[in-house]
């Protein structure tokens, strides 16, 4: 049964805007062997915890390597569908969530029938770099519960409440049966139905763990990873004709959102398909010009590329007198030709 109770230690922690980012901790750093913790705004970089009112050694959990194992499988395998990965090395100094397994809650001056505690913040916001604890010495030697009641710390600090379903991994409730991140809306709340987070100014009236994990860390497998750009025409550091060609493609490993061409700061085209052809405006002023390419895959990942040529003089027409008010000229012809191009 669980009886992981949440702390709610408002602001404690340097928390992210709901909704704004992803949490930048998506890395969680499991810990078996106990470590130094000094009080202080949770921060796992540095080892600094609000739930400690002065400097302790933390007991480790008296586990065999294969429990271990099987614990951090099991971690693993509830978090599959998120964007995260654990570790049981200490990352140092890089975003994490520390994750300690051992002793009591006794240890830390809180309530013996504890089994696990984590900060959480009261406007349900995550908590970057906190670290988090579950109290073996309350749990049966049971790597399943183990990791349960683990996650469900780690998912406070994610900014989860405790909901009202008891196959659900933040849930208090009973269960029989195993407990995994379920895709629910669900009323908050230990044994009755309350809204989610603090009782004076609550976050939301349900909660989905699925949903706002999703939003909060992203799909695992999400990519990250930025798109391409080839540039077909015209080759780079080259003298070009007026009315010279832009060709540009870009490729992603997932699919390209959009690709735009601009210069000097305003946009010329922008399509979602995957290349761009564009004619540049044949009384362009002889000069340089140095155009931009932009992709931006699904999931936001942007490229850019510079293209610089040396537009040539046209035949009969003279690279002496032209203003750079022609090249303004130039432009706000362009932009009227082509207007449909613009988002
Ligand atoms: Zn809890």
């Given amino acids: 049964m669980a009886r992981a109770v949440l702390v709610a230690i408002s602001l404690m922690g340097t928390t992210t805007d709901v909704g704004a980012h992803r949490a930048e901790s998506r890395l969680i750093y499991l810990e078996r062997h106990g470590a130094s913790l000094r009080p202080g705004n949770n921060d796992a970089r540095v080892q600094t915890s609000s739930v400690v009112t002065h400097a302790i050694d933390t007991a480790g959990w008296d586990v065999s390597d294969e429990d271990w194992a099987t614990t951090m499988e099991c971690m693993s395998e509830l978090w599959a569908r998120f964007d995260v990965a654990f570790t049981d090395r200490d990352p140092g100094n890089v975003p994490h969530i520390e994750a300690l397994f051992g002793g009591s809650p006794t240890d830390f001056g809180l309530a013996s029938n504890l089994t696990g505690v984590s900060p959480f913040a009261s406007d349900c916001g995550v908590i970057e770099n906190s670290i988090v604890f579950t109290f073996t010495d309350k749990l049966p030697k049971d790597p399943r519960r183990v990791c349960e009641v683990m996650s469900q710390e780690i998912g406070h600090s994610y900014g989860l409440d405790h909901e009202l379903l008891a196959v659900e991994v933040m849930s208090q409730l009973p269960s029989g049966q195993l407990r995994s991140f379920q895709d629910q809306e669900v009323a908050c709340g230990e044994t009755t139905a309350r809204p989610c987070g603090s009782s004076t100014a ?142």
Avoid: K
Avoid at 212 to 234: K, M, N, W, Y
Avoid at 238 to 248: C, I, L, Y
Avoid at 325 to 332: H, N, P, R, S
């Fill in 202 to 343: 609550p976050c939301r009236a349900t909660q989905n763990s699925v949903q706002l994990l999703r939003e909060r860390l992203g799909d695992f497998g999400g990519d990250d990873t930025a798109p391409a750009i080839i540039v077909a025409s015209p080759a780079p550091n080259t003298t070009v004709d007026p009315g010279f060609m832009v060709s540009v493609a870009a490729s992603d490993d997932v699919a390209v959102a959009s690709l735009t061409l601009s210069l000097s700061g305003t946009q010329l085209a922008t399509t979602s398909n995957p290349t761009l052809e564009w004619e540049t405006d044949p009384t362009l002023a002889p000069g340089h010009y140095t155009f931009r390419v932009e992709a931006i895959d699904t999931n936001g990942n942007l490229t850019d590329r510079d293209i610089v040529v040396e537009v040539a003089s046209s035949a009969g027409c003279s690279a002496t007198g032209h203003s750079s008010l022609g090249i303004a000229v130039a432009f706000v012809a362009l932009r009227r030709r082509r207007r449909t191009a613009y988002r």
